[in-house]
């Protein structure tokens, strides 16, 4: 079992519930244990910390304290808010996890969908220097995850018409996809290399040397997910720069089928997943 506890992330401000986390700890023992901050999915505009608490527990059960946090959401907030908010909640994590019993030198940056391209993103702005004000803080901070967990990310934003023409889908799931962009982005031109953290995969297809080391990587999604190719892509891009990555396919499953723990497939993705969490933070 764990337990669960709330507290400011971002701002002092009472009532800004995109600037809260959760934190899960295990209910027995005082650690130190290793850290997670984990970041919701929801194509950038919908779901929260709340709908997650599934998600936290699955990690908090197995020795785990998580940190489960809110960002702000589009159309209201357009890109790069999400990416802004998870990055100083990543510098939080990174100062606070001892009071909570977490060792922030074993720390694993997690999430699926739109929180797997949020933790990407993270990654980058942790291993490559950039002007970005976020990206710059994060590098010099020093931060060193021993791990990312992507699961069903997508991957690149910018381009949501990418999955039409490699094959048909659905309408109805080309319309959410095209509205996950429309919501995200800013409207109108941009400067190039703007929408870098917007699009992860794209900035690792580079192939550009890191500056300091990337973590491995486990990702994961079903084969029938219509952004299964964002992951099969961020599985390439990492072994052409040398970084270890691991990436599993689940037969038959759909988008975000690992949140459904009754699933032999999802339980199968969790012992893999924890396999390979244990393995990388023995090291």
């Known amino acids: 079992m764990a337990s669960s506890a709330n507290t400011t992330c971002l701002t002092p401000i009472a009532g800004e519930k995109h600037h809260l986390l959760d934190v899960y700890r295990p209910a027995e023992g005082r650690g130190p244990y290793p850290a997670v901050l984990y970041i919701h999915g929801g194509g950038f505009r919908i779901l929260s910390k709340d709908s997650h608490w599934g998600m936290a527990l699955a990690f908090a059960r197995r020795g785990y304290v998580v940190f489960v946090v809110n960002y702000r959401l589009a159309p209201v907030h357009k890109y790069p808010a999400a990416v802004e908010d998870v990055a100083t909640a990543l510098q939080w994590v990174n ?10 030198s074993r720390l694993v940056l997690a999430g699926e969908s739109a929180g797997a391209n949020l933790a990407t ?4 702005a942790l291993s490559y220097r950039r002007d970005e004000p ?8 020093n931060i060193a995850p021993r791990a990312v967990i992507a699961k069903c990310g997508m991957l ?3 381009d949501p018409e990418r999955f039409s023409r490699r094959r048909k889908i659905p309408r109805f799931i080309r319309d959410r996809i095209l509205e996950v962009s429309q919501s995200y982005l800013p409207k109108g031109p941009v400067a190039e290399g703007h929408l870098d953290f917007a699009d992860p995969v794209v900035v ?5 040397v890191p500056d300091k080391p990337l973590p491995p990587f486990f990702s994961s999604a079903g084969t029938k997910d219509p952004v299964l190719d964002d992951t099969r892509r961020l ?11 691991e990436a599993r396919y689940y037969q038959g499953e759909i988008h975000a089928f690992q949140a459904l723990h009754f699933l032999p497939n999802a339980r199968a993705y969790w012992q893999e997943m924890h396999a390979f969490l244990e393995e990388v933070l023995a090291r």
């Open 121 to 124: 993103s993270l990654a980058i």
């Open 134 to 141: 976020f990206a710059r803080r994060l590098f010099d901070a």
């Open 156 to 158: 690149q934003v910018s």
């Open 235 to 245: 599985h390439a891009a990492l072994l052409r720069l040398g970084v270890r990555s």
């Open 204 to 208: 690792l297809e580079r192939s550009i």
């Open 95 to 104: 100062d606070h996890a001892h009071e909570y019993g977490g060792d922030a």
